[in-house]
């Protein structure tokens, strides 16, 4: 079985989900359509660059791990813990 590759569409529905999950949906709606501007600024100034440096980060290293195993080799198993801890 190869590798599967996911689509332009599930992964934008998975950050979507990731970032506004349906606990947040009364307060986004209080909030009301300024709401739309703060995701496209963050999707363009954070997600987007983010999602870029883990793709290279992942071509770089294909070892299983993602983040924990690219700080870890950067800055110790300390560091990769601390930072595989603080993402979840």
């Not at 689509?7 to 606990?23: C, E, G, H, Q, Y």
């Not at 290293?61 to 300390?78: C, I, N, S």
Request: overall charge positive; aromatic content about 18%.
């Amino acid at each position: 079985m190869g590798l599967k590759k996911i689509s332009f569409f599930a992964l934008t529905l998975l950050i979507i989900s990731a970032v506004d999950s349906n606990r947040n949906l009364p307060a986004a709606a209080i909030f009301g359509s300024p709401l739309i501007f703060f995701f496209l600024f963050s999707a363009i100034f954070f997600l987007f660059p983010s999602s870029l440096v883990a793709a290279e980060l992942s071509a770089a290293f294909p070892h299983k791990g993602g983040v924990y195993h690219w700080v870890r080799m950067a800055f110790g198993e300390k560091a990769g813990m601390c930072a595989i801890w603080m993402q979840w």
